[in-house]
């Protein structure tokens, strides 16, 4: 089935760095979204873009909507021990389902 | 509150057993889906569901079954054919094409 190149497929780093993980897509995307994921738990959604070039913060993480409509990154500046996680790409390629990355495992050392 | 709940939280199968994992959201979400995770793994797509009384087969359709009678529900049914069924289940919904939202998971263990 179709999946999103999601990359790094892990990093690890230490408290205070900035990290950047993206998404690329062959098909077009009407909408991108990204999620953490603590273990045992749901994945929860930290930011949804829906129009290309957009470039929206949440905090300590901002996402950009790619020119292309193929592409994502997600920015963590500042890491902290709590970002340890995995992080997931998705989005709807127009009119289809849901469709997500295969994640990036971020650990962070203090 | 809004939101989608799955139960139960943890769920144990004998060998050959068929087992129901319960979906329900009031988010008024058209579309709800069903994901499976293994340990250290992304997501696979089992089932998903775009309107009352219609679904589709996912990626990982096989030994699985659904249903979708009610706009709320979507209950996932691991049959005795799914030969590896130990895995974190996961139910998602959304509106349209914008942002999904997760239940808390299942974790489905076979003894």
């Known amino acids: 089935g179709q999946q999103l190149n999601q990359s790094p497929q892990s990093m690890f780093i230490q408290e205070g760095e900035d990290v950047s993980m993206n998404c690329t897509s062959s098909s077009i995307f009407n909408t991108w979204l990204w999620y953490k994921q603590d273990p045992g738990e749901g994945p929860v959604l930290l930011i949804a873009?829906?129009?290309?070039?957009e470039l929206t913060s949440n905090g300590r993480l901002t996402a950009q909507f790619g020119i292309t409509r193929k592409d994502s990154f997600l920015n963590i500046s500042a890491s902290i021990p709590s970002d340890v996680g995995i992080y997931f790409c998705a989005g709807h390629p127009f009119s289809d389902k849901l469709i997500f990355g295969t994640g990036t495992r971020l650990q962070v050392f203090p | 509150d809004g939101g989608i709940t799955q139960s139960p939280k943890y769920l144990f199968r004998k060998e050959g057993q068929n087992v129901t994992l319960s979906c329900e959201q009031n988010l008024n979400h058209d579309a709800m889906y069903w994901y499976r995770q293994d340990p250290g793994q992304g997501l696979r797509l089992i089932y998903y569901s775009q309107i009352v009384n219609d679904f589709q087969k996912g990626d990982i359709a096989e030994g699985y079954s659904v249903s979708r009678e009610k706009k709320e529900s979507f209950p996932l049914t691991v049959t005795s054919a799914q030969k590896n069924p130990t895995a974190f289940y996961l139910c998602?919904?959304?509106?349209?094409?914008?942002?999904?939202?997760f239940g808390q998971g299942t974790r489905l263990t076979v003894v």
């Open positions: 998602a919904s959304t509106m349209g094409f914008t942002e999904a939202f």
């Open positions: 873009l829906y129009k290309a070039g």
